[in-house]
């Protein structure tokens, strides 16, 4: 096989350049199934410099072939980088991931363990993804409890044969805005009974900076415009699992309504109870709490989305 790794990024420069480094690092076994690999890096529209650092250290990282875009979202990113990639298996990562020096060769693995197990090549690869905020050293985050995926397709680490995606008609470039658009593909390849094969061994650490209170209004955008997408996903898809999977229930309006305690633990009341965690240097653990009120912002988008998309199909 030969991998085509598509990493789209926007704004990024610092982390990308350790993703990038780490993919020049990889060990392949003597009996490896992996031909080659490639890097096809998508800028989607940064303004930071981005590709001219990447021009000017063009040395450094063999495996990389960059194109350009304008600024239309992860999705049109993702769908570029596929049309010009060269492999028959694409592995999606983004470009804040950094992965340890067995990773291209733990997917290759789980790809023929996967068709071993199944009798079929209707398999893809889902490796571990760690969060972490240590810039200086990634890969030394452990793996906690909060790092637990049980999504189907996720591209933040995932391995699959071009052809199935191609077949499944790649990413929606509707999902402009923040999320879904990689769970929407997934539905449409379980439609294809692709199975999922979980790759632990493809380790990937998840940076992002540590969580302060600056952080708050993005976050809450963020919550907002993925209850927005979520939407548009169960538009297409008006199935239980999908009103699950973006929240759109009275058990999580329920839920998140009763934790929030309505709304009134929000980003003003615990802004004193953050700062003082952060303060203890838990920023973690203060994301985690501030998570109640993003949550309740989340489904507060969702319904808001729902009757916008009900009154116009009124109107119709």
């Known amino acids: 096989m ?14 990308l350049a350790k993703c990038l480094i780490a993919l020049e690092q990889q060990l392949l076994a003597a009996d490896s199934a992996i031909e080659g690999y490639e890097v096809v890096l998508v800028d989607d529209g940064s303004t930071d410099g981005t590709l001219e650092w990447l021009q000017d250290n063009a040395a450094e990282f063999p495996h ?33 991931l950094v992965v340890t020096e067995n990773f291209l060769q ?34 030394a985050e452990p793996y906690k409890i909060t790092d637990f995926s049980a999504a189907y397709f996720a591209t933040g680490n995932v391995a699959i044969a071009r052809q199935w995606l191609e077949k499944a008609g790649l990413f929606d470039t509707r999902f402009q805005l923040y999320g879904w658009e990689d769970l929407e593909l997934g539905v449409r390849l379980k439609q294809l009974g692709l199975k999922l094969v979980k790759c632990p061994a493809a380790v990937g650490y998840h940076w992002h900076p540590p969580f302060n209170l600056k952080q708050i209004p993005n976050l809450i955008e963020k919550e907002i415009q993925r209850g927005r ?25 329920l839920l998140w309504g009763l934790l929030s305690l309505g709304g009134n633990l929000n980003e003003r009341s615990l802004a004193p109870v953050l700062q003082w965690l952060i303060d203890q240097g838990k920023p973690q653990l203060a994301l985690e709490i501030a998570r109640i009120f993003l949550n309740w912002y989340n489904v507060q988008g969702v319904y808001s989305a729902y009757s916008q998309m009900q009154s116009a199909s009124r109107a119709k």
């Open 2 to 15: 030969f991998f085509s790794i598509v990493i789209p990024t926007y704004n990024r420069q610092p982390i």
């Open 64 to 96: 990389v072939r960059s194109h350009l875009q304008d600024h239309q979202g992860p999705a049109a990113a993702r769908n570029l980088g596929v049309e010009r990639a060269q492999g028959d298996t694409i592995i999606f990562i983004d470009s804040d």
């Open 106 to 139: 733990a997917h290759a693995d789980g790809l023929q363990q996967g068709q071993q197990t199944y009798g079929s090549d209707r398999v893809f690869t889902y490796g571990l993804v760690i969060n972490t905020c240590n810039f200086a050293d990634p890969t």
């Open 229 to 253: 997408m979520g939407v548009l996903f169960y538009q297409k898809h008006p199935i239980w699992e999908v009103r699950m999977m973006i929240q759109m229930t009275w058990l999580h309006r």
